[in-house]
């Protein structure tokens, strides 16, 4: 068979739908490999350049001691990590920081704080952040757990251009991965986020022991809402030391070729969205990471940490980068096709 025999018609366009049904999506991950990876790719050269990649830094703005249970995350005060926990962090702290991202390369500078919500307390500096890192010619995004509708028309009106929440799995194995909050909170926030005119940065984790309907329920999801997110961070579970996923002897790493599928399959949905090959990528083989390049991926962050475990690091990403012919977007490059 080949590519034009495929049982679900190619699209000729990078058409948006938000009407995809889990059966159409399982269909797509059940696809044969060639067959789903060339379907990726045509659609992804249909918007974006294909050799270039959009890069952000992440930095952890205050770590550790969450209320939330989140079994895979190191930064829940429940889970017995050996993590040190920080204090929000100071206005010039993390200027500094996004200065030397953007020495390094980077468009966008993403802060992390490990809360349920911020506190109105926390609200102010917060704000200066955003100002701050805003004027120095950088892309802003916060990933900040909820927030209300009041916090995120504040944020706008500072100069966020992003906010990053995850819907992490799909809505029926949420439970299963966190019980202190619902999948509705999640989609509440999103809601919040989306009215505030702020883009969106909504994704999830692969290889927490869901199934691949699981996979297919959480890109349906992220497809389906009223707007589809800018971009989209696919995360391969880190399995951090002390937390209940690390814990669970039974659960294996994510077949690498199932991950691959995951990020064509997000690319087909999504075909304007930046497809994030987020977390887990330091233990990812270079040729994986092509693969997943080749699938439609197009946006990574670098730095040698995400926001507490580590991460593929400057060097060897230039090498791969290198060897790939693949070039990192200047930040006024990174619009929507
Ligand atoms: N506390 C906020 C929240 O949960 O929305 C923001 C920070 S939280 C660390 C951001 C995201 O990082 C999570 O939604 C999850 O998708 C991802 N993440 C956290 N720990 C991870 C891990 N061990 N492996 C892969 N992704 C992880
Ligand atoms: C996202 O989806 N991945 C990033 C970012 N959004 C904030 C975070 C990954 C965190 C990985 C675990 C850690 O370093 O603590
Ligand atoms: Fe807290 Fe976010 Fe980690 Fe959950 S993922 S424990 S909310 S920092």
Known sequence: MCSSDLSIPMSETAELRNDWKLEEVETLFDLPFNDLIFQAQTIHRMTFDPNKVQVSTLMSIKTGG?????????????????????????????????????????????????????????????????????????????TLGMLTDHQAQKLKKAGLDYYNHNLDTSEAYYGEVVTTRTYQDRLDTLEHVRDAGLNICSGGIVGMGESRQDRAG???????????????????????????????????????????RTI???RILMPKSWVRLSAGRESMSEELQALCFASGANSIFSGEQLLTTPNAGEESDASLFAKLGLEALAGEEVVLG
């Open 66 to 142: 969450c209320s939330e249970d989140c079994s895979y995350c190191s930064q829940s005060a429940r889970n017995s990590t050996d993590l040190e926990r920080e204090k929000l962090a100071e206005v010039s702290a993390v200027l500094e920081a996004a200065r030397e991202a953007k020495r390094s390369g980077s468009s966008r500078f993403c802060m992390g704080a490990a809360w349920r919500n911020p506190k109105s307390k926390d609200m102010e500096r917060l704000l200066t952040m955003v100002s701050g890192v805003k004027a120095l010619g950088m892309e802003t995004c916060m």
């Open 218 to 260: 959480l890109l349906a999801t992220l497809a389906n809402l009223p707007k589809q997110p800018d971009s989209v961070p696919i995360n391969r579970l880190v399995k951090v030391a002390g937390t209940p996923l690390d814990d669970m002897e039974s659960l294996e790493e994510l077949d690498p070729l199932e991950f691959v």
């Open 264 to 266: 064509a399959v997000a």
